[in-house]
């Protein structure tokens, strides 16, 4: 499960490209961990329409500033009014609150639905390769009675029923074992060997049955997961449209209650210029976050095609330098060393984060390996607990580095997930899975349905759900179950 002990701060790639320690400390002045949801999801919305999620927000007909000037003129009214925008700021607080806890309490089940899912699967497997071990172990034995049954047929120390042993070829060990045991003085000969063959028959029919069962609660588990995944989808898309509908008509509230509850000169225009200002600075900020995301875009796009270019120039150098060796040994020109370009270990090395390999993946991001794929202790973090198994691996990264996207591919979901924290989802045209875990607040960069390309950069590097420090916890998923994403890796010439 995804977690980490152990804060990273620093990490041995610096790709340069992670947001300022003043950038991050915005993030997190302007966001809680139950705010990030929504911003979490930032796109989404926008990524799904016209697709068929419909997301109503809290509804409500809100004051004019007619009605608020009007208010102001009637003592009664002034007071009615008072309480009923009150009752608004509230309401929208309320709903926001509660589909965010909606979203994050679906994100767990989703979670553990999952795990349920593979612990079913890994069930099943288990018992239908025991229940052909037990098969194999039945034929095994039921053979070598029949071995028995011949030899007493050569010697002739036969009965009539070994005739009809041999008058037909037995289908399996089940057919085998039914006609030995008509055979009384073979089988009293040999009863260790025929109780052990029809014990393990017995055993085998009993695990496939179990086997049976197991499968179709894995199904069943498939299912579930399957719908839990888009239940949490849709949850954080409500929750999304929530804090829209808050961020729209808060400050608009906050400032016309304010205006009624004023006894000063002030004019109605005056809190009406207020909230615009406040608007168009919002507006020129959020301008400017974008325009600095897609500056920092860029500059690892560069970075990364730089490297892409750097790496096959040094192959295209080591195998103009391995052709010339290899000709000047053929002319006998060649001294006893190595060739030149040779390269002693560079394969066990680990690649660049970002950089795309010749198989079209990627190392998601920079960093050592800090925690592998398998079995350790649970962690406890940020309202979250992990079991044991650890069904990926941890990249130790700084603060706000970029995450980037393993191979090409569409953004399955995307939102706040349990333990995993800020999470994301790519399937990849294989139909392999991968999953991005413990996103900083507000560090998305892509949305719900939106197609990436290898090396791009989806979010970037934080500490959200189980976790202690910042670390991308990086998983694959093959069939719905979850495999070491480093052997995965290696196999497609990423070093990890």
């Known amino acids: 499960m995804p977690d980490v002990s152990g804060a990273y701060e620093s990490t041995d790639v610096d790709c340069g490209c992670a947001p300022t320690p003043a950038e991050y400390r915005s993030f997190a002045r302007r966001i809680s961990r139950r705010g990030a949801l929504g911003l979490g999801v930032l796109g989404v919305a926008v990524g799904t329409a016209g697709v068929g999620f419909a997301v109503p927000a809290f509804a409500a007909k809100y004051p004019t500033w007619e009605d608020v000037e009007k208010a102001r003129a009637n003592q009664s009214a002034k007071g009615a009014e008072i309480t009923r925008i009150q009752g608004l700021i509230q309401s929208l607080e309320n709903d926001v609150q509660s589909k965010q ?295 130790a990264s700084s603060c706000g580095s970029p995450i980037y996207a393993a191979a090409s591919g569409t953004v399955i979901f995307a939102g706040y997930s349990g333990a995993w924290g800020n999470y994301v989802q790519v399937r990849h045209g294989d139909g392999t899975v991968t999953g991005y875990a413990h996103i900083m607040p507000g560090g998305y960069n892509v949305s719900y349905g939106q197609s990436v390309r290898a090396g791009q950069v989806i979010a970037y590097v934080g500490s959200t759900g189980a976790s202690t420090g910042c670390h991308l916890h990086f998983e694959v998923y093959r069939g719905g179950v979850r495999i070491d994403p480093a052997a995965f890796l290696r196999a497609r010439g990423v070093g990890v």
């Not at 071990?133 to 049954?149: I, M």
């Open 101 to 395: 806890a909606e979203a994050e309490r679906l994100g767990g089940e989703y979670q553990i639905a999952l795990v349920a899912y593979e612990d079913a699967v890994a069930r099943a497997e288990s018992l239908q390769a025991q229940a052909d071990a037990e098969a194999a172990r039945a034929k095994e034995s039921a053979s070598k009675l029949g071995v028995l049954a011949a030899q007493q047929y050569r010697t002739g120390k036969s009965d009539a029923t070994l005739e009809l042993f041999f008058s037909d070829s037995a289908a399996g060990a089940d057919d085998l074992l039914g006609r030995l045991g008509t055979m009384d003085k073979l089988v009293e000969a040999n009863r260790d060997v025929y109780a052990e063959a029809v014990g393990a028959r017995d055993n085998a029919q009993n695990l496939t049955d179990q086997a049976k069962v197991a499968r179709d609660e894995r199904d069943k588990r498939k299912v579930e997961a399957e719908q839990k995944m888009i239940a949490a989808q849709q949850a954080a898309q409500a929750a999304e449209a929530a804090l829209a509908a808050q961020n729209e008509h808060r400050d608009v509230l906050v400032a016309q209650l304010a205006a009624l509850q004023d006894t000063t000169a002030k004019t109605i225009a005056d809190y009406k210029a207020g909230v615009e200002a406040r608007r168009k600075a919002r507006e020129e900020a959020r301008r400017k976050a974008l325009a600095e995301a897609k500056r920092k875009a860029e500059e690892a796009e560069r970075r990364r095609l730089a490297e892409e270019k750097r790496r096959r120039e040094e192959e295209e150098r080591r195998r103009r330098a391995a052709e010339k060796a290899a000709a000047e040994a053929a002319a006998g020109g060649s001294s006893g060393g190595s060739p030149a370009g040779s390269s002693g270990g560079s394969s066990g090395g680990s690649s660049a984060g970002g950089q795309v390999q010749s198989s079209g993946w990627v190392r998601p991001a920079h960093g050592w390996i800090s925690s592998w794929f398998g079995s350790r202790g649970s962690i406890c973090s940020n309202g979250h607990c992990t079991s044991s198994g650890h069904r990926g691996i941890d990249f």
